[in-house]
């Protein structure tokens, strides 16, 4: 897998095909940007768990947060990254000792790390790095255009009203 250059159908795929997201890093305060994606996708209807030892038991963007990806009562689709680079490896170990195994590692924006990705691969897990989904989200399905973005996607698509916010979203629930 190219890391460097992410296809739209890759990225597209992998969005409306998860269903539940840990948030590694997930902050409780609410101008950090690992709220601002929390809070995003569980608005666009996927089930997030934050994982935030510190904050363990109580909850973020409404969510109950658990101490470690171990912690979490049911299997995972998407692991999120929000840490730095340098906790990527301590973290890989802890998504390949799950069972069952999460479809896809997502780093978010400057978090990379090559040979985690490349051992996550080999055991079957598509990997995503230097990314944000909550920015890709909104890129691929126009609402990123809303803010005067170019999202490089052309849709006639009528947005939908959803939970009192309009949305054109990637998948239907």
């Known amino acids: 897998m190219n890391h460097d250059n992410y296809s739209d159908s890759y990225i597209g795929s992998i969005l409306r095909s998860v269903r539940s997201i840990a948030v590694v890093g997930a902050s409780p305060k609410d101008v950090r940007p690992s709220f601002f994606v929390t809070k995003y996708m569980i608005d666009k209807g996927y089930t997030v ?3 935030n030892p510190g904050h363990a038991g109580g909850e973020i963007a409404g969510a109950p947060t658990f101490a470690s990806l171990a912690d979490i009562p049911e299997p995972i689709d998407m692991i999120d990254i929000f840490r730095a680079s ?4 301590g973290i890989a170990e802890e998504v390949l000792a799950l069972d ?5 590692v997502w780093m978010q924006l400057s978090v990379r790390d090559d040979a985690s990705a490349a051992r996550l691969e080999e ?8 990314r944000c989904p909550k920015i890709e989200y909104a890129r691929l399905s126009g609402e990123i255009g809303w803010n005067g973005i170019n999202s490089r996607v052309i849709s006639s698509k009528k947005p939908l009203l959803r939970k009192g916010f309009q949305s054109f979203g990637l998948r239907q629930r």
């Not at 340098?86 to 490896?89: D, G, L, M, R, Y």
């Open 86 to 89: 340098s906790a990527v490896p």
């Open 123 to 130: 055991a079957g897990i598509q990997v995503v790095m230097d």
């Open 49 to 51: 768990f934050p994982v």
């Open 100 to 104: 069952p195994l999460p479809k896809v």
